[in-house]
Structure formats: C-alpha cells, structure tokens
C-alpha cells in the first residue's frame, strides 16, 4: 500500500517542554494506524498539527503526494482530512441535521442534509435519526453525529481522538465495524488511544510515542498486548527507588465502598477496598472514566458513602462532609483545577481560604481573618514558585500548570495526614510536574499518607509505593510497586482489564 | 468586526463604572422615548431627577424618597445575598405581603390596649411571616429540586389574594364603612411607625434598612458564610469541594431574605400606608430586583441604587401629574435603567477589541473552537 500521509521530522516545543521531537511516521492509504502513548507522550500534539490546529516548529509533512502544511483546521479539511474529537461540542438542544449543518462550510438545505445523514448513517451502520434533538442521545450516538459529519466531507484520512472512552461495549463494537468498513472503503484512519486491546483488535499498524519521539513501530496484530505496554512505558521508569522511612501505621482504611453513578455517564464505585500506611504513597491508575472521579469525591466528602466504609485512625469520616474530613486531616485536590479545585473568577486570597480557612486559623468565631488567608496564599505561590503577579489575581488568570502547583500547594502546607490527589501533573510542563511529585514524595516523607489517582503510567511507577488499577469502578489488590513487572502493568491496565471494557 | 475578548481578571474600573454609564445611556434612551412622546426630554429629565431633591416642593418629595428607598433597599439586600450565590427568590413582593400581614394581625388582636411591646411583637411576626413564606420555595427547592424561580413568583399571587380577603374579611376593620380595609394602624400609638425625624421621610423602616446594609457588607466582607455565598454563586462545584451545605445557604439566603422583605411590609403598613387594604401590594418586591442588579448585588451599591430608584418613582409620579406622562411610559423608563445596566455589565468580564475583518479566515467553525 502506498502512503496517504507522510510526516518528516516534525518538531513542536512549547515553553518549559518539547512536546514532538523529531517525529517521523506515513499513514498509508485505507490503513488503520493507530498512534499509542501514555499522557503526555505528545500524540495530541501531533495530530493538532496534523489538523491544522498547531503550527509545528519544524519538519514537514505530505499528503496523498503533495506537501501540506495546513494553517487552520478549515485547510485540512478542504485538503480531506477530518477529526473526531475526545470532547464533543454539538449544541444540546438542536437537532442532529442542524448540528451537522452547523459544522459544514456550505451546508445544504435542511431537508437534503438530513436525506444525506440517513444515507451515510445507513451505509456504515450507524444508526442515527437526523430529526432528534441532540440532548437526548447517548455519548456513543452524540460521536455517531461527529463521526457523520466527517464522513459527509469524504474524508480521506479520519483522525480519532480516544474515541471509546465514552462508550459502552455494544457501542464500540458499532464504531468498529464502521471504521474497519471505511478503511476497506479506502479511507485512512488515525486511531489515538491508549488502550492495548483495542488497538490489536482495530489497527493494521501503529507508531508508539514516548516523550515526545517516536520509539517504535510495529504490527500491533503480531505484538502482544504486554509488549506493547513495554514500548510505551519504557524499560527505565521500573527501577524501585529506596527512599523515606519504611510505612508503618495504617492511616486510612476503605472497605466495602461502594457509590451509585452520581450523573448519567458516571461510573458507580464497586466494593473499593484498601489501606493506606503513614509514610506511604500509593498509585492508583486506569483509564480515563474508570471512576477517578468518583473515588476522590467519595474521599473528599463530597458525596458520602455507607457508615464505616471510610475510617481515618479510629474515626468513621463516611457520613462527614469536606469541612469535618479537612478538619480531621484528610485532604484532597480534585483533578478539574478551575471550576472545582478552584474558583476561576475568585482571586488566589479566597482560593486559599476555600479549603485553608480551618486548619489555618483563618476562623474566628465564623469571621474570615482575610490578612492570614493573604499570608496563607502568599506561602503557597512562594513554596511552589506559582508564577503570578501576587495573591490578589483570579485564578483563571494563571497558566494550568501554575494554577495546579497552586491547588497541589495550598493542601500540601496544611499539613494533611493524608492527601488525595486526581490527576496532579495533568497538563503541566515538565519542570512544574516534576516539583509537584517531589512536593508528595516529601510530604510522603515527614509521614503523610499520599494517594495518587493518575492515567500516567510513568508517573505513577516514580513515586508509588505500592499500585493498584481502578477498572469500571473496582480497585484490584494494591501490588508493592518494586515487584512490578513491565508485563504485570500491561496486564493490569491495558491488558486483560481492557477486554472486559472494550470486548472486542 | 468587533469582537468581545474575555479579561484575563475582571475589570474593577468597569464593576464600578457600568453602572454610572448605564445610568447615562438610560437618560438618553429615555429623553428619546419622552420625546416621541411629545414631551421635552429635557423638562421631563429636570422633573424627575432635579425637582424632587432641589425644586419648589423639594420639602414635600424628598420626604417621599426615603419612604419609598427604605423598602427598596431592605429588600433588595436581602435578594442580593440569594442572587450571589444562585438563589432566585424574585417572590419578595409575596414575602413582603404576608410580613405585612401577620405583623398586622399580632398587632390587631391586642387593640386597643396601649403598650409599647406591641409594635415590636408586630416586628417580629412580619419578620416571621416572610420567614415563613420564603421558606416554601426554599424548603421545597431541597426537598424536591423545584425551581424556587417558579414557586417564589406563584406564592406571590397567592399572598395577593390573602391579601385581598384580609382586607375585605378577616381583618375588616369592624368599625368603619365605606372602601374596606383594616384599622389605621399608624393612627394607633401602640402601632404607629412614625416619621423619626420630621421632614426627611425616615421611619423605622429606613432605620432597619441601613442596618441591614451594614450587617449584610459585613457578612459578605468577614463572614464565613458571605463568602461561601460568594463562592457558591462563582463557581458551584468548587462550593461543594470547599464543603458549602447547599441547604443550608438556601435556608439561610431565602429565610434572611423573607424576614426583610417581612419587615419591610410590617414598617409600611403601619406607616406610610396606615392599614392593610386591597391596594395596599405597589411591587416594591419586584422593584426591588431591579435595585439589586442596579446596586451589583453589593449592599452599598443597593443603598445608592435604592435612593436612584425612589428618585425614579418620585420623580416619575411628579412627571406623569404636571407634565402628563403616562405611567407606563415611567415604568419603561425604570426598565430600561435594569436592561442597561446589565448590557454594560459585560464589560467588567470582557473588553471590546476591533478586528481587521480578514476574508480569507471567517468565523470558525465550532469543531475548532472546542478543540482550541
């Protein structure tokens, strides 16, 4: 088969980290290719510059033999290149035509563009009615509609973005199907994920990134699900670190917890058990919407659970909400930084005192002392270098990865017995992750407990203890990070656990 | 092209600056509007806002003012607390009529005895009454999920009709004949709520007005729970993360909201209105939203949007009796100021910034956006 696409030497750094570095990698024509990585690993950089999204620095790319360097998303498009994105954006409360009308450059009448819906959406079986309102379909049906506004631009390379992390399995049986027949149609598809089984079932070749570079190549068919896991980790990230004091007492113990879904698309929490020793900190992996979430507000207090499911020392937290955990010393940092973490339009003063005001002494008698919160907030940006003009900003004013060294900061210096953190790296560059896990290995260190709930794989073998995987809302055994196996993690994360989720 | 561009921060020049501005586009918009209908925009501006403070009647008007901003203002304090955190109780006027009610009726039941305890029992039961009333829509809106924006607004029309019934029944005052209504309570020095100060308009109801813009500044200012009001309304999930109660800032926001908007009809009632009567109900609750906006939902800006709002209405009457303006015409002019005002508003969150139009890059699609 020939090659569709062809990227040489693609370079994009962003300041503080080099997101693609020197990739080079050809889609060919009607393939299925997937590109594998771990968070961070700079696959969506890639594909926005593929896209037309990002300009990248350097390198150059071809397209079905022509040069192409797209300046918008419009240019690729017109050039035959489409993409499916994570995060849908479809108006709720518009129809499945005018949605798709809407995406469109020159949409035809209503009438015909919903005769053409129907058309595409029986060809490649994807059931979708072009009348009904968009607020009442499913996650799978809501990316049927995306997925159809694609194919009636007659793309010749379809880029998805972690396509099944929504949908059920009977769903993603449908979307694969759909794939694996516009790929015989002669249609490339660009397939991102990271989930190991799924790819072996789908792609016909696949491009493994690291950092950033491209480490490897191969025929995912022909490859196990654990060797793949090898090349997208890496052999170095397994070294067992000796450091801190050796954990000792239990701090917080979870048994039997369990939670319905707290919203149409949740994930329940199903019988998560485990302890937590001073001292220690424990990784929790999976994959996005496996119940991260969930099992931080269950910890946090804001969603409480069943008496005796939730036990800090001797005292049952299961029915107290944030302020009486936060007063006991169970802190958490959730992983949305603005709008949950942090009140966006609120300047970092009030940001201090929304989870500090307690155990800062910022209470007396039910008044607010705004002088010690300023303090408060002013420790936080000098501890953790938070690059900000003062405490007095919004924080909607501040870069992520500032803002998260913030959120992380401010529930560090209060000294918590034990910290929650969901995703604290997310989105962070390189330098301010790598400050923010020295910040939880040494509060590790003075004897904390720390968990960390995060889809970084890398990440999580730095600074764990022990590991466990959160799959649809169950917790596998927590396993001594330093008997870790690259096969093992395979296997636990994207391996047998991902069949059950993806059954393909 | 113009474009509207999101500040980083929010502008403080803008928070304070909207509304001066919309102020100024509403005596434009308006003088138009007075002059379409046939009268000098000027003659009409000087009548409403220069007469009523420093003309030949002034004596007469700017006794008037106070008596319609104190109302204004202890309502208004009360929604705005509700408003910043998300809480839309826009049913004052309800809370207002069966303050006004309850307070007349523990009063009424002890006539003609003269004691001065009574007039502060008739306090407490108005503040009780609102109380009470707010509570429906509150405790509904927990247990339930209800929208209190509905259930507030209903409860309104079924106090209108208490009311009616009180003035034609069960409150009637026995004694008398003619138009029916309850006895003068201002007449009755047990119950009176006089002018304090001769001249100025200020009764009780005033004096428990600033009251309540100082506790209320204080509270939003110092307080655990004005803060967590504040956070509620910024960013409800962060709330929630924080520990807010969400139940308990319903409560709290609708029940302190219901008690002033109670007292306010209790201080009316037995004071510039004299007795309960079918047309006793003027809209001060609904006029009240209005000031909230006007006064960014901060108690000081209230106090000032108060006396803005009385000027209107005083002014207004003054305009629609010498000048002949229809009362709707005020009544436009007065909405005018709210749509202004919130027009303006977008300006402390966002800046106008022009743009080259470029032909070859129009607007782009939503698919974009969402990705950037």
Known sequence: ?504 | MIALERRPTPSRVWAWASPLVAVGLTLVAGGIMFAFLGTDPLEAMRTIFWDPVFGEFAFYFRGQLLVKAGPLILIAVGLALGFRAGIWNIGAEGQYIVGALCGAAAGLAFYPAETRLIFPLMVVCGALGGFAWAMIPALLRIRFGTNEILVSLMLVYVAQNILASAAVSWLRNPDATGFPGSRNLSRWEASANPELIAGTGAHWGVVAALIAVVFAHILLTRHLMGFQIKLTGAAPRAAAFAGVRPARLVVFCMGLAGVLAGMAGLFEVTGPAGQISIDFASGYGFTAIIVAFLGRLNPVGILLAGLLMALTYVGGDAAATNLGLPASAISAFQGMLLFFLLAVDVMTNFRLRVKRRDRRAPAPSPVVEAAE
């Open chain 1, 1 to 504: 088969m020939t090659a569709l696409l062809t990227i040489e030497g693609l370079t994009k750094a962003y300041p503080g980290v080099v997101a693609n570095s020197d990739v080079s990698m050809q889609v060919a024509e009607g393939g299925v290719h997937a590109l594998l990585g771990e968070n961070g690993a700079g696959k969506s950089t890639l594909v926005k510059a593929i896209y037309g999204l990002v300009r990248p620095d350097a390198g150059r790319m071809t397209l079905g033999g022509r040069s192409y360097a797209p300046s918008e998303p419009r240019e690729a498009r017109a050039a035959g290149v489409a993409m499916v994105f994570q995060h849908f954006s479809l108006f709720e409360a518009l129809s499945v035509a005018e949605n798709v009308g809407l995406g469109m450059e020159n949409p035809p009448p209503l009438r015909d563009l919903a005769r053409r819906i129907s058309e595409v959406s029986r060809t490649y079986g994807l059931p979708l009615d072009p009348g009904r309102r968009v607020g009442d379909l499913s996650a799978g049906e809501r990316q049927r509609v995306e997925i159809v506004r694609c194919l009636l631009q007659d793309p010749r390379l379809l880029i998805m973005d972690e396509p099944t992390s929504v949908l059920t399995p009977q769903e993603v049986d449908t979307l694969f199907s759909t794939l694996r027949k516009l790929s015989a149609e002669g249609t490339a598809i660009l397939y991102i994920s990271h989930k190991l089984e799924e790819i072996r079932a789908l792609c016909d070749a696949a491009t493994i990134l690291r950092g950033g570079k491209v480490v490897g190549e191969c025929d995912p068919r022909t490859t196990s699900a654990a060797e793949l896991a090898e090349r997208m980790v890496g052999m170095t990230l397994t070294q067992p670190k000796g450091r801190g004091p050796e954990p000792d007492g239990v701090l917080l113990r979870v048994t039997g917890l369990s939670l319905p879904p707290a919203s149409q698309f949740g994930t329940p929490l199903r019988d998560i058990g485990f302890v937590l020793r001073a001292g220690e900190v424990l990784g929790i992996g999976g994959v996005a919407g496996n119940g991260q979430d969930e099992l931080l507000g269950a910890l946090s207090g804001e969603r409480p659970s069943a008496k005796g499911t939730v036990m800090l020392g001797g005292t049952d937290l299961s029915r107290a909400g944030p302020t009486l955990r936060r007063q006991a010393g169970l802190l958490t940092a959730p992983e949305e930084r603005l709008g949950h973490a942090a009140a966006p339009d609120m300047s970092l003063t009030e940001n201090a005192a929304m989870t500090g005001a307690a155990r800062k002494g910022m209470l007396r008698r039910g008044f607010l002392d705004w002088g010690r919160a300023k303090l408060f907030a002013q420790d936080v940006i000098d501890a953790f270098d938070v690059r900000t003009p003062g405490p007095h900003v919004a924080a909607r004013a501040l870069s992520g990865g500032n803002l998260q060294k913030f959120v992380i900061g401010r529930e560090v210096l209060q000294d918590p017995k034990v910290l929650v953190v969901n995703q604290p790296t997310w989105g962070v560059d390189a330098a301010a992750a790598a400050a923010i896990r020295q910040a939880l290995l040494d509060l590790a260190a003075q004897g904390a407990g720390v968990i960390v709930i995060s889809q970084d794989l890398e990440e999580l073998l730095q600074i764990s203890d022990r590991f466990a995987a959160l799959n649809e809302g169950r917790l596998g055994a927590p396993v001594p990070a330093q008997d870790l196996t690259v096969e093992r993690i395979g296997l636990m994360l994207g391996g047998a656990h991902d069949m059950e989720v993806a059954h393909v």
